[in-house]
């Protein structure tokens, strides 16, 4: 007799947690947050570092995960990382959107998209170059502004995003003091982008 085999996906889990999006676009807004282990783009001031290595979270099955957004009000789930899009993603945002639960990823674009999305934030990264393909498909482009020398790479990025990506300039935090106010004069000059601020770090959630 024939055996049909059915693979369950699983994805290394470093935590999940229900909070407010503090980033970007949908700032402010409660959001289930899924950050899975494993990242090699390696940001220098990466605040996720124990993120890195995909082998210290456990597997997870996506069933899961998606039981985690379930048992809350939540309306939308963040997947981030880590760099998300080290895994395929499809199944998981198929899940998701089978239960009526909005899918949003944030990634440096270094990988190819999977997963079926209702906002794709992008932020890339120096030390590992973003894929033109997944910039196109951006919902918003989220630079990370950590020296002067940002504002022209977030512009270079912004050349290749569709006409509708909302912009976004966001301060390093450990340099937001020093960056806040040239970004600030920036926008004013460019009024294309706007600032984004790590709300959550000022209202003290995750
Ligand atoms: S892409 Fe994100 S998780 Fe990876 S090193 Fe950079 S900031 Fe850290």
Redesign the pocket.
């Known amino acids: 007799m024939e055996t049909v085999e059915t693979t369950i996906q699983t994805l290394p889990l470093m935590e999940h947690f229900y909070t407010i999006q503090g980033e970007g676009f949908h700032q402010g807004k409660a959001a289930y947050f899924i950050r899975l282990g494993g ?5 220098v ?5 124990e ?2 290595d995909a082998e210290k979270h456990p597997k997870t099955k996506i069933g899961k995960l998606a039981r985690f957004v379930e048992d809350t009000p939540a309306q939308l789930a963040v997947i981030t ?3 998300p899009l080290l895994y395929n993603l499809d199944q998981l945002t198929a899940l998701l959107q089978s239960k009526n639960i909005a899918t949003h990823i944030e990634t ?1 674009g ?1 990988y190819d998209l999977s997963g079926k999305w209702d906002w794709i934030c992008v ?1 890339p ?1 120096k ?2 170059s973003c894929k033109s393909e997944v910039l196109v498909k951006a919902d918003e482009l989220k630079v ?1 502004v950590y020296n002067k020398s940002d504002f022209d790479f977030a512009e270079m990025h912004a050349g290749i995003v569709s006409d509708t990506c909302k912009l976004y300039l966001q301060p390093e935090w450990s340099q937001e003091k020093k960056m806040l106010p040239l970004i600030v004069e920036y926008v004013k000059q460019h009024p294309q982008w706007e600032i984004s601020l790590q709300l959550h770090k000022y209202i003290n959630v995750p």
């Open positions: 990242c090699d783009v390696g940001c001031w990466c605040d996720v570092k993120s890195w990382g880590g760099e440096s270094a932020s990264k030390f590992k990370i």
